[in-house]
């Protein structure tokens, strides 16, 4: 809305009518604007897009098990591939290499040891980065593909650090953070404090709390333009997929189905989340997408929207 232009609601008063519609059209969950990708008896978890948008990486669990696996599914459904692994091995928190040739996750042989490694994506082989007994977690890439951060979870506390992806010396960079997403613009580091969303730079230094919800947890999912940043949470009384623009501003909630929605992933080209899901009706977790703006201001509806309020 231009400054100093107010809605002339009397002289048109289907205004407020047609910005309910358009924003219900815009944000619910319509059984329209979703897709689900997977059905399995065990649970779909931890979904990540690739970067060229055609398959989206997750961990499945198999039903009655505590082995889990890593799995590809072509971004538009269909039959689940396994990621070929010359041994059994434990996999979470999956993060796709910028040019698409690896996947970084937290791998576990043993109940006592985790590691974060990088996996070839082709046939399976791997290098460590970090491991020993305590918690590694959710890797995340430098948009240029030199590094990759991670948290650890270690006496009570988390910790988020930088290591060089061909592996090196982990440079600690924030304490008392965890679950760090590094922005697409590669100027941000999005982690969670307190349970809520914080923004640091790849350093760790200007730090600013961007949320002040209750229950946010990981992991966050930049939008492609580094604009809004896609979580979970139960706020609302139940746990739900949000966005929140990092300009500051209310987080807007994206879905209400009042079972179990986590682990968002923005597609490449802004226009879906991938996320893990119990709508299914059945007692596992599959992964389904939603349809979502690219961003509330640049796609065509915001733009129609905004003329007809000016």
Request: glycine share 8%.
């Amino acid at each position: 809305m231009r400054q100093g232009t107010r809605i002339p609601t009397r002289a048109r008063p289907w205004v407020p009518a047609m910005l309910a519609i358009v924003l219900s059209a815009l944000l619910c969950d319509s059984a329209e604007a979703l897709r689900q990708l997977t059905s399995h008896p065990g649970a779909a978890v931890n979904p990540d897009w690739s970067p060229d948008g055609s398959q989206i990486a997750f961990v499945r669990w198999e039903p009655g098990s505590a082995e889990n696996a890593l799995y590809l599914v072509d971004a538009s459904g269909g039959t689940p591939l396994p990621v070929p692994l010359p041994e059994a091995l434990r996999t979470s928190w999956p993060a796709w290499s910028p040019n698409g040739e690896y996947i970084a996750a937290t791998t576990s042989l043993d109940e006592d040891h985790n590691a974060i490694q990088v996996i070839v994506v082709s046939d399976g082989a791997r290098w460590g980065l970090v491991g020993g007994g305590r918690e590694y977690r959710s890797p995340t890439w430098s948009p240029d593909g030199g590094w990759i951060a991670f948290d650890r979870y270690y006496n009570h506390a988390s910790e988020i650090a930088v290591v060089p992806s061909i592996g090196g010396r982990p440079e600690w960079i924030l304490s008392d953070a965890s679950f760090p997403a590094w922005s697409p613009d590669s100027t941000m580091i999005a982690f969670i404090r307190s349970w809520n969303i914080w923004l640091a730079s790849p350093t760790g230094e200007d730090q600013r709390q961007l949320t002040t919800l209750s229950g946010v947890r990981g992991p966050l999912s930049w939008s492609p333009n580094s604009r809004y940043i896609a979580f979970d949470s139960d706020h609302s009384g139940n746990q739900d997929i949000w966005m929140v623009p990092i300009s500051g501003g209310e987080p807007t909630q994206l879905t209400t189905y009042p079972g179990w929605d986590a682990d968002p992933t923005w597609s490449p080209r802004g226009d879906e989340i991938a996320f893990s899901s119990s709508r299914a009706g059945k007692s596992g977790l599959d992964i389904w997408a939603l349809e979502v703006p690219p961003t509330p201001t640049e796609s065509t509806s915001w733009g129609k929207l905004k003329t007809l309020l000016r």
